[in-house]
T-cell receptor, first 111, second 118 residues
Framework: RKEVEQDPGPFNVPEGATVAFNCTYS??????FFWYRQDCRKEPKLLMS???SGNEDGRFTAQLNRASQYISLLIRDSKLSDSATYLC????????????FGSGTRLLVRP | NAGVTQTPKFQVLKTGQSMTLQCAQD?????MSWYRQDPGMGLRLIHY???????DQGEVPNGYNVSRSTTEDFPLRLLSAAPSQTSVYFC?????????????????FGAGSRLTVL
């Protein structure tokens, strides 16, 4: 079993839709959680960190559920420019220098 | 522009050849790392460094060597390339990528190096 698992998608949604991705992690000692965004044939870039209390950045909301060991990303009012692959990233308590990446969830937003 | 610079962007090698992927950053980050990205596998950590003179293995270190003689540079060496090393390689740097301090935990990636081993 992979340490960080994501549904690969693709999620194909119309503009303006709300879409949610989940990511599960297997190591209960995981400490920090992030969502990175990767455009086709480009490098990943940090979208947002995920805090225990949940956090929001404009149209994006991230949630953490430690009991069930998953994090989520909600995108409201989808734009064409949101089309990308979203990577779930986890770091361990014993080493904040070793980030574990999920395989990514691909989102396609259509006109 | 400040950031992480990787070279070359593309490389084709024959099995058994050696080469070095270069990575340089100008943000004074102590942490640098190399990842490889393969379809369906996500990014996997090859080697990382938490400062000049300090390196450590990641998830998939076999077949790769690194060194960190300066804060700015972190080259990745393939001593004897194999077809299984065909991949996209990313170098990345940060103050502390898994930390909880906003801003300091941003992992900045280079543009990637596409390597094909025949």
């Amino acid at each position: 079993r992979k340490e960080v698992e994501q549904d690969p998608g693709p999620f194909n949604v119309p503009e303006g839709a709300t879409v949610a991705f989940n990511c599960t992690y297997s190591n209960s000692a995981s400490q920090s959680f992030f969502w990175y965004r990767q455009d086709c044939r480009k490098e990943p870039k940090l979208l947002m960190s995920v805090y225990s209390s949940g956090n929001e950045d404009g149209r994006f909301t991230a949630q953490l559920n430690r009991a069930s060991q998953y994090i989520s990303l909600l995108i409201r009012d989808s734009k064409l420019s949101d089309s990308a692959t979203y990577l779930c990233v986890v770091s361990r308590r014993d080493s904040s220098y070793k980030l574990i990446f999920g395989s990514g969830t691909r989102l396609l937003v259509r006109p | 522009n400040a950031g992480v610079t990787q070279t070359p962007k593309f490389q084709v090698l024959k099995t058994g050849q050696s080469m070095t992927l270069q990575c340089a950053q100008d943000m004074n980050h102590e942490y640098m790392s190399w990842y490889r990205q393969d379809p369906g596998m996500g990014l996997r950590l090859i080697h990382y460094s938490v400062g000049a003179g300090i390196t450590d293995q990641g998830e998939v270190p076999n077949g790769y060597n690194v060194s960190r003689s300066t804060t700015e540079d972190f080259p990745l060496r393939l001593l004897s390339a194999a077809p299984s090393q065909t991949s996209v390689y990313f170098c990345a740097s940060s103050y502390n990528p898994g930390g909880v301090i906003p801003g300091a935990n941003v992992l900045t990636f280079g543009a990637g190096s596409r390597l094909t081993v025949l």
